[in-house]
């Protein structure tokens, strides 16, 4: 069936360093890939997505692309900040429109 | 735009008690609503897909009749949990689909004492 793993957190940093959270998944087909985040008491919010092999998603100077042939979706952003400290969740998306979670990485950015 | 609400926010009830959280689409309407639980540290985990007008299917494991999902029009779909026992204890999630994309609410903590 399709899951959907990442690297276990908590990834702690310090403001301005380079940030990698790795995600690989497992599906049949060609699914449509997602990066949410949880800001500390928030709701989930979308990130990036990217639908199709080698599409690049980016927002807030988060970047990631859709690699089918490593099943890969890393989250990559170059200098990250105080203000990106929440927990980040890889999903796929199934061909019922479901979401397939990853288990999330708690991001901590020390200044 | 796709804001989508939940209330309350927090709860704490007692041991046998039922509790019912609503899920909103402020700024659109949704055919179709999801129900997730999320343990501490855990991930999500989809509880039920909520259908306006239709009864909601439910993930292998989830009791049907201990959640309970309405979802009676286009802008609303309610959870209660009944008989909450404090293994019910969670923060549920849920999300609103709009032009095939989820827009999730903010959550409600449950706490059953």
């Known amino acids: 069936g399709n899951s959907v793993t990442q690297m276990e957190g908590p990834v702690t940093l310090s403001e301005e360093a380079f940030l990698t959270i790795n995600c690989t998944y497992t599906?049949?087909?060609?699914?449509?890939l997602f990066w949410y985040v949880q800001y500390p008491g928030e709701g989930l919010q979308l990130l990036l997505k990217?639908?199709?092999a080698d599409d690049k998603g980016s927002n807030k100077g988060f970047e990631a692309t859709y690699r089918k042939e490593t099943t890969s979706f890393h989250l990559e952003k170059g200098s990250v900040q105080v203000s990106d400290s929440a927990v980040y969740f890889c999903?796929?998306?199934?061909?019922?429109?479901?979401?397939?979670w990853g288990a999330g990485t708690k991001l901590i950015i020390k200044p | 735009g796709a804001v989508v609400s939940q209330h309350p926010s927090r709860v704490i009830c007692k041991s046998g008690t039922s509790v019912k959280i609503e899920c909103r689409s402020l700024d659109f309407q949704a055919t179709t609503m999801f129900w997730y639980r999320q343990f501490p540290k855990k991930s999500l985990m989809l509880m039920a897909t909520?259908?306006?007008?239709?009864?909601?299917?439910?993930e292998q494991g989830v009791e049907k009749d201990k959640f309970l999902i309405n979802h009676a029009s286009l802008t609303l779909s309610t959870l209660t949990v009944t008989s909450a026992h404090p293994e019910d204890s969670s923060f549920y999630i849920c999300?609103?689909?709009?032009?095939?994309?989820?827009?999730f609410g903010p959550g409600t903590r449950l706490t059953v004492l």
């Open positions: 599906a049949t087909g060609y699914p449509s």
């Open positions: 999300s609103a689909l709009r032009d095939n994309e989820q827009f």
């Open positions: 909520s259908n306006e007008g239709s009864k909601a299917t439910y």
């Open positions: 999903a796929l998306r199934d061909s019922n429109y479901q979401l397939i």
């Open positions: 990217a639908t199709k």
